[in-house]
């Protein structure tokens, strides 16, 4: 499979002096969902930044579909697509005119950008209210906005920078039932998160940085398999039973609603199904001690 992003030496040291990276090298194959890690100021926010012709490098190479960015800057551009944290829109703007007028900057016509926006908007359940300022829109709805901003000009990788913060369940867990989709469609998405049990469901790739530096790029499966087990609180959409059928995994009833589940080499959604095929629907997950923070702590520097 051909690589969606190679990153190679990359180093970024700011007129301070501060260094942000220091010889990073990463790779992101094509289609893949790819969780990239790190605490405030690890270097996370910078390397986005770089990808995306936001900032400027000091030294090693870039490259996004083959092609070297520094040599191809316009092509690259337009390749991906970018969700940053903070809302950046004009907030006195007409939420259908935002998506139009962010596609009229990859040169894409107005019909072609205004039928674009419909089908977007329509799918982050926003299309009705397409005529009302963006000033207006809640936290949630205001993440969704820019998800479908960044979609606009149909990139080939998507860059997701704290999607989900600040916004509730429900919220979120359409947002990843959308972005599942986009990845099932072949789009390669890179996602940065504080939700660690986030990237556990949706990535298959991982790499965690500390201090400017890569301190691990593996597998999600084969980093989370350096921990055994792992407990989760499992709230149910419905009244659960009185008695339970028999499980692959030890489960515990909190409530009428939650239960605590212990997970040995097994994943989320092997455990969720299972308890969906015996007829209880589980609405939110959450750890009581989760595997991938449990390593992110050790990995990083916050234990060292």
């Known amino acids: 499979m051909s690589n969606a992003l190679l990153i190679s030496n990359l180093t970024k040291t700011y007129a301070n002096n501060v260094s942000a990276l220091s010889q990073v090298s990463l790779c992101v194959e094509q289609g893949d969902f790819f969780a990239l890690l790190g605490s405030n100021g690890a270097g996370k926010t910078t390397m986005i930044g770089i990808i995306c012709s936001l900032l400027n ?40 005119e935002i998506l139009i007028n962010q ?22 359940e926003l299309w009705d209210r397409r005529l009302d ?47 599942k989709e986009l990845n099932e469609q072949g789009m390669t998405i890179i996602l940065t998160t504080h ?40 709230e149910s959409i419905e009244p659960l039973p009185l008695v339970f059928p028999s499980f692959d995994f030890s489960i515990d009833k909190l409530d009428d609603y939650s239960i605590q589940v212990v997970l040995d080499g097994m994943s989320i959604s092997q455990a969720l199904g299972e308890l969906s095929s015996k007829g209880i629907e589980i609405e939110h997950v959450r750890s009581a001690q989760n595997r991938l923070e449990t390593l992110f702590l050790h990995l990083t520097s916050k234990e060292k």
């Open 195 to 234: 939700y660690l049990e986030e990237a556990e469901l949706l990535c298959r790739n991982i790499a965690i940085l500390d201090n400017g530096q890569v301190v691990e790029q593996s597998s999600m499966k084969s980093l989370l398999a350096k921990v055994a087990k792992q407990v989760l609180i499992l």
């Open 57 to 96: 490098k000091t030294s090693g190479e870039v490259s996004v579909l083959g092609l070297e960015q520094s040599k191809n800057l316009n092509q690259v551009k337009r390749m991906i697509g970018l969700m940053p944290q903070e809302f950046n829109f004009n907030p006195f703007e007409p939420i259908e």
């Open 133 to 179: 300022m963006a000033k207006s829109l809640s936290g949630g709805m205001k993440r969704r906005l820019m998800l479908a901003r960044a979609l606009i000009h149909q990139p080939k990788i998507l860059i997701l920078d704290e999607p989900s913060a600040g916004v509730d369940v429900e919220i979120r867990r359409s947002m990843w039932l959308f972005l």
């Open 103 to 124: 596609a009229g900057y990859y040169g894409i016509d107005r019909q072609s950008a205004k039928a674009r926006a419909e089908t977007l908007l329509k799918r982050v």
